[in-house]
């Protein structure tokens, strides 16, 4: 895989807030020359939002509480309705939002649904056009990414990937990390949209390097999750109070936001959905086989996968990633009979 240049671009801030909202000026009127939004002028377009699930529903709201006129799509219609509430307005399918607005985000659940809403029947890419973009932000294997890429490219629009490190909440509170590769005219143009619905941006270089390097990512969190709930498990076995383990952790070197915020929920054996146990089996799935794309060993990322298809089997595929520790205590009771 080719070296890509790193780029780090922080929040920018823009000239509008009200509260700790910003502000975006969304015009109405098409423009494929709006400066980034360091220039102050922030976005010139429509914009669509296709997938509203547990991380697009609040993405697409951030943008509409921003001032961006919005239009949405979504396989359950239903999902469509808070968001028609707030102002957004709603088509009937993905090529229809792509037609109608000049910039089009994509944040679907997995690859194959990534790849259906783009370039399947009444895709994305029907309504594309020179001048127009796609955004897809959804986790997706590198080949999937060049996939829609070529396609939405070959119909002269521009295409950005930006998956995003971080779940429910940091969605919700436009918090995100947005690990961008592709046009990079494209990158600049949506910069103002991307600091609302996130702190932080990377451009990554070609098509392919924002894909894998999210999946670097959420391999080792699934990784650190699993060794975490090992922790945890054994502290209460030797008698420890677990929640004191998840203290002193916090405090160490070792410490991360993940352990002081899901911690706690784990020790009672409750796992409200962040971030859903079958779509972080889905990355370390993804990042096995690009691991072996490359010859790359991760013999850890590889028991931890198999932890997670424990966990699905006993039926918490969409219960929160902590979710895994059951698959532990399911294997305690099996080697006790």
């Known amino acids: 895989m080719a070296a890509a240049s790193f780029l780090l671009s922080p929040r920018v801030t823009l000239p509008l807030r009200r509260g700790s909202r910003l502000l975006v000026s969304c015009s109405a009127s098409s423009s494929s020359s709006s400066s980034d939004a360091a220039g102050g ?45 707030l102002g957004a307005k709603f088509e009937s399918s993905p090529a229809r939002v792509s037609s109608s607005c000049d910039v089009t985000f994509a944040m679907l659940a997995d690859p194959e649904s990534a790849f259906e809403v783009a370039c399947g029947a009444n895709g994305a890419a029907e309504g594309m056009a020179p001048g127009k973009g796609y ?3 959804s986790t997706v294997d590198d080949a999937t990414s060049k996939l829609i890429g070529k396609r939405i490219t070959s119909t002269g629009a521009s295409f950005l990937e930006a998956p995003v490190s971080g779940s429910k909440k940091p969605a919700e509170d436009g918090l ?32 392919g390097n924002g894909a894998v390097m999210k999946l ?88 931890a996968n198999e932890l997670y298809k424990v966990a699905k089997s006993l039926g918490l595929a969409d219960q929160d990633f902590s979710a895994v520790i059951e698959a532990l205590k399911a294997k305690v009771q099996s080697s006790q009979h």
């Open 135 to 137: 955004v897809d932000v």
């Open 216 to 303: 670097v990512v959420n391999m080792v969190m699934g990784s650190m999750m699993v060794s975490f709930a090992e922790g945890l498990l054994l502290s209460e076995k030797v008698g420890l109070d677990p929640n004191t383990v998840v203290e002193v952790i916090s405090q160490g070197a070792i410490n991360a936001p993940m352990f002081s915020l899901k911690g706690p929920s784990m020790v009672k054996a409750a796992y409200p959905t962040a971030f859903p146990l079958k779509h972080q089996q889905k990355d370390l799935r993804l990042a096995l086989a690009l691991a072996e794309s490359v010859s790359q060993p991760i013999p850890t990322a590889a028991a």
């Open 176 to 207: 995100l990390i947005f690990l961008t590769a592709g046009d990079e005219s494209l990158y600049k143009r949506v910069a103002p949209l991307l600091d609302v619905m996130g702190k932080s941006r990377f451009y990554l270089g070609d098509v």
């Open 41 to 85: 002028m922030g976005f010139q377009g429509r914009v669509g939002f296709l997938g509203l699930g547990i991380m697009g529903a609040p993405m697409a709201s951030n943008l509409i509480k921003a001032g961006c006129d919005i239009t949405v799509w979504n396989r359950t219609k239903s999902k469509c309705d808070p968001l028609l509430s």
